[in-house]
């Protein structure tokens, strides 16, 4: 069984400009939430999708969205980026809409601002 | 979660050595704790969860304790190994439709040493 699939997994991009990672999901998981993990901050909540509508979100700013389709797969968008982007991006996926109590990580989307 | 910083605590121990990382929390209303593991270069990793009605809950090799009138919350790794050499977060979560929508601790770097 294929685990959550992150891409790309390094990017680089300088100020100002936009980026979108993409998140598939493990097959037949419908949850698809992600996560900033910087070094000062750690591990912080941004959003969660659930069958194509944002369930949950985080306290980032508006220049961060996503959209799930349906699929299931997940995008994250981030415009205007700020030095501060730079960050680990994680993407995590559950089967149903309930709680099973195990999120499924991906390996990330390592972003550099410069 | 604790607030976060730079400085992760670290716990060093030799391989056979039982390992605690403890955790503090602070939603009162949080209903299911949760211990991630993560390796370098790689998304987390559950470990185990502790719904807030119980107080102990034992997995292969792990003990998760929580104690709600202190809020806190205790990963017991039992025979250490080097596999494990690892960060650990705790994190917390009210569940129901939020279960995706975790707050993560700081983390502690576990290292054992052969």
């Known amino acids: 069984k294929a685990g959550v699939t992150q891409t790309p997994r390094y990017l680089i991009k300088t100020r100002g400009q936009q980026v979108t990672l993409s998140c598939s999901p493990i097959s037949g998981h419908r949850s698809v939430s992600w996560y900033q993990q910087t070094p000062g901050q750690g591990l912080q909540f941004l959003f969660e999708y659930f069958s194509e509508t944002q369930r949950n979100k985080g306290n980032f700013p508006g220049r961060f969205s996503g959209r799930q389709f349906s699929n299931s797969r997940s995008e994250m968008n981030v415009s205007t980026l700020e030095l501060g982007d730079s960050a680990l991006y994680l993407c995590?996926?559950?089967?149903?809409?309930?709680?099973?109590?195990?999120?499924?990580f991906g390996e990330g989307s390592r972003l550099t601002v410069l | 979660g604790e607030s976060v910083g730079l400085h992760l605590p670290t716990l060093s121990v030799q391989e056979g050595d039982n390992s605690i990382i403890n955790c503090a929390y602070s939603n009162s209303a949080s209903d299911y704790f949760i211990w991630y593991k993560q390796e370098s270069g790689k998304g987390p990793q559950f470990i185990i969860d502790?719904?807030?009605?119980?107080d102990k809950r034992q997995g292969q090799r792990v003990t998760v304790l929580l104690n709600k009138t202190v809020k806190h919350l205790s990963l017991q790794i039992a025979a250490t190994q080097p596999g494990d050499s690892a960060v650990y977060f705790c994190?917390?979560?009210?569940?129901?439709?939020?279960?995706?929508?975790?707050?993560f601790g700081q983390g502690t770097i576990l290292t054992v040493h052969p």
């Open positions: 994190a917390e979560t009210t569940g129901g439709t939020s279960y995706g929508k975790l707050t």
């Open positions: 995590a996926s559950s089967g149903t809409g309930t709680y099973t109590g195990e999120l499924f």
């Open positions: 502790i719904r807030s009605n119980m």
